[in-house]
């Protein structure tokens, strides 16, 4: 069904533009290493008044899976190390890196493992899975758009929110959302 | 002046005296919560004792207001009169500074939260947002409202010091009832 859609998809895509994904999707198949060097992992967390605190992760890695005959048995794998966080103000840094937010000296990762993908649209897909930071695992949902693919790159521009209280991290709560929004792009590399 | 104001007695009214015991202890408290709350090693227990020192802060300030107008159409009550002439000068003038110390505090710390870098919202009690004061935020401005605030407290700190002395001095050297007529308000009007 998968198969049919795409087939149908790129027959559009023939005729319509340059649509970069659903011709190539019959050959996206496989699996990916992303890239860091050309993938970012941006968070932003709204607060009380206006504007929000934004951050980046600078080190994490992860691996896309793609199976071309069962969308839903793709994966989506990332680790995340917290102690590289980024917000322009190293005092903000500190705190989150702290046993305040992420107590990255005893938890040095945030690991998302996905358990299921399902196909929403053309180029875009609901990624289910378990989160786990600070010890603590629980079902998020991450929304997937292909950006692009080609010589053996994907790029997926994936978006999310998450509920921090449920980490231990609600510290904050609630001059600072409770709410984590996640926008990242991830390019992965055939390997 | 034909009619004195009703402080302008033996002693001080109740709002006066509830005033002043609610801002002494939220000033010493604020105190002691503004040293400890930077000196701690748990970073999330020192973010919620910050912004619990803001809002206890505007608290302050609100009451602060609140006093200064009330004071301001009720002269103090005259000193005792075996209080000598030195005392009989410098007791206002200790008090104007504590005034001045009252309101100087809290400012400051409102300007420190506005020019900060951090940009961390002031949520009194998580009420409501506090505005910003209109001063622009930099690293330099941060430093120095932070420095500001520092000196006034502990010199401020140090003039309640002083003048908590005076007030033992008095009950328990001097045996007048300059301490007793800021627990109890004076029941009559007149003097003596
Ligand atoms: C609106 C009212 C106030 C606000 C918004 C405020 C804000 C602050 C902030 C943000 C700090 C942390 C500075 C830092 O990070 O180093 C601080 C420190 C402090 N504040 Fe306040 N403050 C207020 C009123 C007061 C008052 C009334 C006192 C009474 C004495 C006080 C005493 C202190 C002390 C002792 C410190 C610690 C200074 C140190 O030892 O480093 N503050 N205040
Ligand atoms: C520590 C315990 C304190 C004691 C025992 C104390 C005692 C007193 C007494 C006995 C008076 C009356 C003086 C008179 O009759 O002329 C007084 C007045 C006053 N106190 Fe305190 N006080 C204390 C703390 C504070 C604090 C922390 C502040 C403010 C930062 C403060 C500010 C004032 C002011 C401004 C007056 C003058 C009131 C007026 O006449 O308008 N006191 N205090």
Redesign the interface.
């Given at each position: 069904m998968y198969a049919r859609i795409f087939g149908f998809a790129a027959a559009a895509a023939c005729i319509a533009m340059p649509v970069f994904a659903a011709v190539a999707l019959g050959d996206a198949a496989g699996s990916y290493i992303i890239r860091p060097g050309s993938s970012s992992i941006h968070f932003s967390i709204g607060k009380l008044g206006g504007g929000g605190l934004d951050g980046a992760f600078a080190r994490f890695k992860g691996s896309i899976l793609i199976d071309n005959s069962d969308v839903g048995r793709s994966q989506v794998n990332f680790t995340i190390f917290p102690e590289s966080v980024g917000t322009g103000q190293s005092r903000i840094d500190a705190f989150l890196r702290s046993d305040a937010v992420f107590d990255a000296a005893d938890n040095p990762e945030i690991q998302f493992r996905s358990t299921s993908v399902k196909r929403t649209g053309d180029t875009s897909a609901l990624v289910t899975g378990r989160l786990t930071a600070r010890g603590k695992t629980f079902q998020e949902k991450f929304t997937a758009d292909l950006g692009g693919l080609k010589a053996g790159t994907i790029k997926f521009h994936v978006t999310g929110k998450v509920l921090r209280s449920r980490y231990g991290m609600d510290v904050g709560t609630p001059i600072y959302s409770n709410v984590v929004d996640f926008d990242m792009t991830l390019t992965g590399r055939r390997g | 002046m034909s009619a004195l104001p009703k402080n302008q007695t033996a002693g001080y009214g109740w709002t006066a005296i509830i005033l002043h015991w609610l801002i002494a202890a939220l000033f010493i408290g604020q105190f002691v919560l503004g040293f400890v709350m930077v000196r701690l090693s748990?970073?999330?227990t020192?973010?919620?004792l910050i912004?619990l020192h803001k809002s206890f802060g505007f608290l302050l300030l609100g009451l602060v207001i609140l006093r200064i107008a009330w004071r301001l159409g009720r002269p103090a009550p005259s000193l005792p009169r075996s209080v000598g002439p030195f005392e009989r000068r410098a007791a206002p003038l200790v008090h104007l500074a504590l005034y001045a110390f009252q309101l100087a505090l809290p400012l400051s710390g409102w300007a420190l939260v506005s020019v900060s870098?951090?940009?961390?919202?002031t949520?009194p009690f998580?009420l409501f947002?506090m505005p910003n004061l209109p001063l622009g935020e930099s690293d330099t401005a941060e430093s120095f409202w932070a420095a500001t605030h520092w000196y006034l407290a502990y010199a401020g700190i140090g003039l309640v010091a002083l003048h908590l002395a005076a007030a033992l001095r008095h009950h328990f050297w001097l045996r007048d009832t300059v301490l007793t007529r800021m627990i109890t308000a004076s029941s009559h009007h007149d003097r003596e």
């Open positions: - | 748990s970073q999330r020192a973010f919620e912004q870098v951090l940009e961390i919202p949520v998580n947002v």
